[in-house]
T-cell receptor, first 113, second 115 residues
Framework: DAGVTQSPTHLIKTRGQHVTLRCSPI?????VSWYQQVLGQGPQFIFQ???????GRGNFPDRFSARQFPNYSSELNVNALLLGDSALYLC????????????FGQGTRLTVV | AQSVTQPDIHITVSEGASLELRCNYS??????LFWYVQSPGQGLQLLLK??????LVQGIKGFEAEFKRSQSSFNLRKPSVHWSDAAEYFC?????????????FGSGTRLSIRP
């Protein structure tokens, strides 16, 4: 069975540009969450979507946005990139109910120059 | 506010020795608790989880953790470490409406293994 897949695996962007990261959840999972992991730190929660609706938002600026599609895949968009946005972006999927666990993808390494 | 504290930034143990990684959490309700492991440049793998019931939980790769409500702790243990256990370990608490909807992570403990 395929796990959580993220694309691209790596990318380099210039300050001020826009980026779109993509995530495909495990088949049957309806919840997708996004996390930012800056080098040397633990992951920080950005968004959670369940059944195509936003169910949670972390303490990130409005430059960060996301959406979930009818097939439960998800996109994370970041506008007006800053050097500080350089990080590993992790996507996690889960069934969405109580007592379920999150399964993480391998992440997208974003470098802003 | 919910938070997770891992007081040890870096730990080095000898191969074959026992291991204990410390974790303290702050959460108002009964917590969902997790330990994840991350190898360099990789995603997160779940080692074990506590939702309710028996406070001593068993995980993969020979790891176990004990939930102590009175101490707000969820320490990870392994009786004998292997060189392949070298990695970053994260303690986490589920802080959303479901166990996996919003996970708050500690800052991590890097484990090195001495041959």
């Amino acid at each position: 069975d395929a796990g959580v897949t993220q694309s691209p695996t790596h990318l380099i962007k210039t300050r001020g540009q826009h980026v779109t990261l993509r995530c495909s959840p495990i088949s049957g999972h309806k919840s997708v969450s996004w996390y930012q992991q800056v080098l040397g730190q633990g992951p920080q929660f950005i968004f959670q979507y369940y059944e195509k609706e936003e169910r949670g938002r972390g303490n990130f600026p409005d430059r960060f946005s996301a959406r979930q599609f009818p097939n439960y895949s998800s996109e994370l968009n970041v506008n007006a990139l800053l050097l500080g946005d350089s990080a590993l972006y992790l996507c996690a999927s889960s069934l969405g109910g109580l007592n379920t666990e999150a399964f993480f993808g391998q992440g997208t390494r974003l470098t802003v120059v | 506010a919910q938070s997770v504290t891992q007081p040890d930034i870096h730990i080095t143990v000898s191969e074959g020795a026992s291991l204990e990684l410390r974790c303290n959490y702050s959460y108002g309700a009964t917590p969902y608790l997790f330990w994840y492991v991350q190898s360099p440049g990789q995603g997160l793998q779940l080692l074990l989880k506590y939702f309710s019931g028996d406070t001593l939980v068993q995980g993969i790769k020979g790891f176990e953790a004990e939930f102590k409500r009175s101490q707000s702790s969820f320490n990870l243990r392994k009786p004998s470490v292997h060189w392949s256990d070298a990695a970053e370990y994260f303690c986490a608490v589920g802080a959303g409406y479901s166990s996996a909807s919003k996970i708050i992570f500690g800052s991590g403990t890097r484990l090195s293994i001495r041959p």
